[in-house]
């Protein structure tokens, strides 16, 4: 399959961005990037630090863009294996953080040991230390010197945010604990000054001013909560690992008659490969020789095997079940149907949600807002009267406690799990858009042909006309519809060779969309098609009108065929319903969705199939001009979804607010719709619009969160409600800042719990 067409001169580009920490660096970088003469779209993801780019504008100019706001961009590697984008995927955060946070954590036992068990416990000291409090003092300093030291990232982070006039999460932090540190410092030389001076009562009262303790908590917990934040982001990526898990490592070649393993890269299109059971299939191909079951669970979701035989297709990560397989390789790299869904999935990543905007706009101006917040807190403590150690702890605790990661993250961890969860059962949302409109739908527009019927139509009933007989009328149907490619022309083709029949060699063929085929034999012009076609050519009679209407009633199609000016009579076909159509059209019915079915078949044939699969509406006899005109009246009356799998459905499925395409339809289809249902099932249809919706509550979840959480907790901090009697200590900011991205990650991968088929 294909999901992408390049324009010429007009592509997108995926870039790695390093030195992002929060939504603040993301907002910066999107918006040096869309200043860029020649990008149309940029959208930054802080989940995968990673940036999609939309435009003419070359790699260079946008690189020197995202450099000149403080950070680092790459092109992603071109062609690059499955294996090696796994290895991208790595969480290789995680262990960093990790070995930080246990490292700060045994110095800050040991610093707290000192600043306060002996403090407000009694715990021992050493006799040396005994009412030594500049001792006591330099030892704190020294341990949250270290503690510093070891998470020094954020203070080079954080002031290079500000000294490149975009400061982030990182300088909140930075400047938290260094506000701390320096009071501290400060506090133990005028400590000094007291002892030269022998002013005990000024040496008790600035023992109480010493702040090392706060700074090295701070930067502990922060990091503490840095590290769960990454275990949690690197579970979101979980199912996107476990596709590029599936991507085999080698391939069995035949090469001048024997066996060769070879690595997976090197396949090439035309290769043969063979397949045992047991084996994952190395690359997409065609059966040459043998039989089999093969497993596509890995890309359909679907766990019932496929039965494969020559002539068949084949994917890469699907498992031969039974059987010896010979292929021929027809797609290798990135060309696999399993790389093509790893990159819609990426790509659907990299893309911005509307809703997400909202969160843009305030993360883009946040941190400024806090720091000028912070500040006024300390003036207006101390112009009331405070003392400078209180008004600068309540600054501190506004810097701390603030989160701007919490919004950054709420739209995209709940895209990334979606999209996610989505791969896993065959459902592929091409953007993020699409994953939070799909679920906003009122109304879905149903192709009949290969959608809500199996698409594979067969002959019920020969009918030819007075006078004619039942061999001429199909040996005429037979050698016109031979060159059609309609799934009804194929229907007869079939029958005709079940029948050994030889078709006859017709010039001058003709298609006309919606209406039949003419072609020449021997001089005489031959018609196929609906009644109503014929009818304008020449005299039916009443019999075969009432025939043709019975037929029509019992939803059957037939196809009248003509030659010259004399008519043959009708073959009816008809195309079974499948089994799971009005189960999934039931159920959308019960989530408030309008389901209409349009078709070009005639009314009476299209109604008896809308009865039986019980949609609301059908709409029978449209042209596929006409799908697209019928799509543009729907969407007066609310929101509508197209659901189709044919060329002729590719006009409608772009005019559509949301176009669902069948996997197993044409390339076109899949290129024009915004969501590929791989399952070829109408089952999947609901399921899409659930996950769409349970995604979308998810963000507002995800956005209540954040923005209350710093609605109350920044009031909070800076001592609004102190007359309440509730006040927050720097070391409780840090803890609830470390948490809030915590719970933003943890809720968005709640969606992998959502049972999409109930």
Not at 150 to 167: E, K, T, V
Not at 456 to 477: H, M
Not at 548 to 577: M, N, Q, W, Y
Not at 663 to 690: E, F, H, Q, R, Y
């Amino acid at each position: 399959m294909t999901y992408f067409i390049e324009k010429e001169g007009y592509y997108m580009e995926q870039y790695h961005v390093s030195g992002m920490h929060c939504a603040a660096c993301s907002a910066r970088v999107e918006k040096a990037v869309s200043k860029v003469p020649g990008v149309t779209t940029c959208a930054v993801n802080l989940l995968t630090n990673s940036m999609g780019v939309e435009g003419t504008a070359s790699p260079k100019d946008i690189m020197a863009a995202v450099k000149a706001a403080g950070y680092k961009a790459s092109l992603d590697k071109k062609n690059a294996s499955v294996s090696e984008e796994a290895d991208e995927l790595k969480d290789t955060e995680t262990p960093a953080l990790r070995k930080r946070f246990i490292a700060s954590l045994i110095f800050l036992l040991i610093l707290m040991y000192f600043s306060m068990g002996h403090m407000m416990w009694g715990w021992p000291l050493p006799s040396f230390l005994a009412d030594n409090h500049m001792a006591m003092g330099l030892i704190e300093l020294l341990l949250a010197g270290i503690i510093m030291v070891i998470n020094q990232r954020f203070f080079i982070s954080g002031f290079q945010g500000l000294l490149h006039r975009a400061p982030n999460m990182d300088t909140l932090v930075a400047l938290g604990s260094s506000a701390s540190f320096i009071w501290s410092v400060a506090a133990l030389f005028m400590m000094s000054d007291a002892y030269v001076k022998m002013d005990m009562d000024r040496i008790m009262v600035l023992m109480d001013e010493f702040y090392f303790e706060s700074a090295a908590m701070i930067l502990t917990l922060i990091t503490l909560g840095k590290m769960l934040e990454a275990h949690s982001k690197g579970r979101t990526t979980s199912a996107l690992k476990s596709l590029m898990k599936l991507a085999p490592k080698t391939a069995i070649l035949l090469r001048d008659g024997r066996e060769v393993t070879v690595p997976i890269e090197q396949v090439k299109k035309g290769d043969i490969f063979v397949v045992r059971p047991g084996e994952s299939i190395p690359v997409d191909g065609i059966v040459t020789d043998g039989s089999g079951a093969v497993n596509e669970a890995a890309l359909t979701g679907e766990s019932v095997p496929v039965d494969k035989v020559t002539g068949d297709m084949v994917s890469a990560a699907t498992i031969n079940q039974s059987g010896f397989l010979t292929c021929e390789a027809s797609r290798v790299g990135e060309d696999t149907t399993l790389s093509q869904i790893i990159k819609m999935v990426k790509d659907a990543s990299a893309t911005k949600a509307p809703i997400a905007k909202i969160a843009d706009k305030v993360s883009g101006v946040f941190v400024p807002v806090v720091m000028t917040i912070s500040l006024i807190t300390l003036i207006v403590w101390l112009l009331i009267g405070q003392t400078f150690p209180y008004a600068l702890a309540r600054a501190i605790s506004v810097l701390v406690i603030s989160c701007p990661c919490a919004l950054g993250l709420a739209t995209p961890v709940a895209i990334m799990v979606g999209n996610g969860l989505g791969a896993k059962n065959g459902i592929l949302f091409k953007t993020a858009v699409s994953l939070e409109e799909a679920g906003k739908v009122k109304i879905i527009a149903l192709d009949k042909t290969g959608t809500i019927t199996k698409g594979e139509p067969k002959v019920t009933d020969i009918c030819p006309a007075d006078g004619v007989s039942e061999e001429e009328l199909l040996q005429t149907a037979f050698s016109l519809e031979q060159k059609s490619e309609h799934p009804l022309a194929k229907a007869v083709c079939d029958y005709g060779t079940e029948h050994a029949l030889k078709a006859d060699d017709v010039s001058d063929f003709t298609a006309l969309p919606g209406n039949g085929l003419t072609a020449s034999l021997q001089g005489e012009t031959l018609c196929g098609g609906s009644m109503k076609f014929l009818e304008s050519r020449t005299s039916v009679s009443e019999a075969d009108k009432k025939k043709a209407d019975e037929l029509a009633s019992a939803g059957k199609t037939p196809l009248a065929f003509l030659k010259g000016s004399r008519f043959l009579g009708f073959i009816a076909v008809a195309d079974a319903i499948r089994e799971d159509s009005p189960t999934a059209i039931k159920r959308l019915q019960s989530m408030g969705i309008h389901v209409v079915m349009l078709t070009g078949d005639n009314e009476r044939s299209a109604k008896a199939i809308g009865i039986e699969a019980g949609v609301d509406e059908v709409i029978a006899g449209v042209l596929p001009d006409g799908k697209e005109a019928v799509i543009r009246d729907l969407k007066k009356k609310g929101k509508v979804a197209m659901v189709g799998d044919g060329i002729n459905d590719a006009p409608a499925l772009t005019s559509a607010d949301i176009g669902i395409a069948i996997g197993a339809g044409t390339d076109v289809a899949i290129d024009a719709a915004d969501v590929v249902l791989m399952k070829s099932t109408l089952a999947d249809v609901p399921a899409a619009i659930k996950l769409s919706r349970s995604a979308l509550r998810n963000i507002h979840e995800n956005l209540f969160w954040a923005f209350i959480y710093n609605i109350i907790g920044i009031p909070l901090a800076a001592g609004v409600f102190v007359s309440l009697g509730l006040t927050l200590n720097p070391m409780f900011g840090a803890a609830a800042m470390s948490l809030s991205s915590f719970c933003v990650v943890s809720n968005a991968l709640r969606l992998n719990f959502c049972k999409l088929y109930q």
